[in-house]
């Protein structure tokens, strides 16, 4: 993870809601230990882990002077909550906001100066926090996941694609609700119809890619109403935060980054460039120039 001695990873623990949350610190080793400094708070995709794109672009932006972290949220990776995978949009902002709360206890960071990076869906769970408050002082989101409910029928099928996921999802809650027993389907796959993400999702079924050994591939079926009805685009005018927007027409759901830059009343940039969402995760002809970008923005706002 650190082959040339320039990033110094410390693992990490704290509670949120009653539940330890495990992480990793990433700090340019060249600071000397104990000097505050500004932090970002890193976020991946939904259904993620802290060792996939969360821990890629924190270890980037540490590898470019800025302290990152990348944590796993109630219920995944190394952290404690159950149920285990459930998609709660609610739940990960109350997360990120505890992360907030925690970063800015430490001796070694500077409490008026974190930012937050949101990957992927982790853009809407940024977003919301950040309108929550003041605490998050600078924002900025790559290839950045943001729906509404047109998106969403857009998305999954139309209003009978929506229903019926909504349909299994209560149906499954009501079960955990009566018997403490989760209904799993696979997060991604190209074979089994019934993925939360199905197809082609190369990233996420390749090992040398997002299949890491931390990561269960599972999805909890309650969270389909949460994750549906989930509406990142509706803050966009309580956001307080600079924001910048970095995002390509061919990744996905391009519409949702313009409406949600377009209803911001924040200092705020929406770049566009080239690559596919997977592309934005891990290949380095395209995360590099991203993290260059991101960087940049944390460096003027924070």
């Known amino acids: 993870m650190n082959p040339n001695g320039d990033v110094r990873v410390e693992g990490v623990v704290f509670p949120s809601e009653g539940a330890d949350l495990r992480g990793d610190l990433y700090q340019p080793a060249s600071r000397p230990a104990g000097d505050a400094a500004p932090v970002v708070l890193v976020v991946g995709s939904w259904l993620t882990v802290k ?7 924190a270890a980037g932006l540490a590898e470019r002077g800025l302290t990152a972290l990348a944590f796993d949220f109630r219920g995944y990776g190394a952290s404690k909550g159950d149920p285990r995978n459930f998609e709660s949009p609610e739940r990960k902002v109350t997360d990120i906001l505890n992360a907030v709360d925690y970063l800015k206890s430490r001796p070694d960071v ?5 930012g937050a990076l949101g990957i992927c869906a982790g853009a809407g769970y940024v977003a919301v926090a950040g309108a929550r408050g003041p605490q998050i002082r600078s924002v900025a989101m790559v290839a950045p996941w943001l729906h509404d409910a047109a998106l969403v ?36 796959s190209d074979t ?36 549906l009805t989930f509406d990142p685009i509706a803050v966009a ?26 209803a911001l009343t924040v200092p705020k940039e929406l770049r566009w460039t080239t690559g596919s969402q997977f592309d934005f995760y891990d290949q380095e002809s395209t995360v590099g120039p991203a993290l260059d970008s991101v960087r940049d923005h944390f460096e003027r706002t924070l």
């Not at 993400?197 to 990233?203: I, L, N, R, S, W």
């Not at 956001?239 to 927007?245: D, I």
């Open 153 to 188: 029928e857009d998305i999954y099928g139309g209003p009978d694609g929506v229903r019926e996921r909504m349909t299994l999802g209560e149906a499954a809650r009501e079960k955990f609700e009566a018997s403490g027993e989760v209904d799993y389907i696979p997060a991604a």
């Open 51 to 57: 060792e996939q794109m969360a821990g890629h672009y």
């Open 110 to 114: 500077d409490a008026s100066r974190v």
């Open 237 to 262: 005018p309580d956001c307080t935060a600079p924001t910048f927007l970095l995002h390509s027409p061919d990744a996905a759901v391009p519409d949702g980054a313009r409406r949600f830059h377009k």
């Open 192 to 227: 089994d119809e019934r993925a939360a993400m199905y197809g082609p999702f190369d990233y996420y079924l390749q090992a040398d890619r997002g299949a890491i050994p931390q990561w269960g591939n599972r999805f909890a079926v309650m969270s389909w109403p949460q994750w």
